[in-house]
């Protein structure tokens, strides 16, 4: 199965951490809708396919995890903020395997802001149900782990 890697920048650790699985890096960075043809594409070739972000640090076995497992959607949750509740997780595009069947659910474009919600919600209509993985994973985004680190402080946990 092919691993796919979406970026507009490449971290060094992430890309150490993929390097057993080979993965095919495709820059996005063209446009907001880029993401958005990149997983229209893939989902059309009708093969089995896992997405992991640029920032997503996977831990050794992740990817292999994603293949044996029999469900046609399937994540690893990751590490992320909620304002509301201070730290939480998030089983999105992160670290996601499709096992595509019918047309991808998303006619229009996307922006890659909303592309991992606006996709579940959309198979979520279909009837298909995503099946989550653990532990959760890491991102190395700075942006990221600088804000979680302050709502984590901001809400004393």
Request: contains cysteine.
């Amino acid at each position: 199965m092919t691993v796919y890697v979406p970026w507009t920048r490449q971290y060094p650790e992430c890309r150490a951490a993929l390097a057993p699985s080979s993965p095919v890096y495709v820059d996005v960075s063209a446009d907001d809708f880029a993401y958005w043809r990149l997983a229209r594409a893939l989902w059309g070739e009708r093969e089995p396919f896992t997405i992991v972000e640029h920032d997503v640090l996977v831990e050794p076995g992740s990817i292999e995890e994603l293949d044996a497992c029999p469900e046609p959607w399937c994540a690893f949750a990751i590490h992320s903020v909620d304002v509301g509740t201070g730290m939480s997780w998030v089983a999105t595009f992160g670290c996601v395997r499709f096992r595509p069947s019918g047309a991808w659910p998303l006619l229009d474009p996307v922006g890659w802001t909303w592309l991992d919600m606006e996709t579940e919600d959309a198979l979520h209509a279909l009837g298909w149900a995503k099946h989550v993985h653990g532990p959760l994973l890491a991102t190395v985004n700075p942006g990221l782990v600088e804000y979680t680190k302050l709502v984590a402080m901001l809400l004393g946990t």
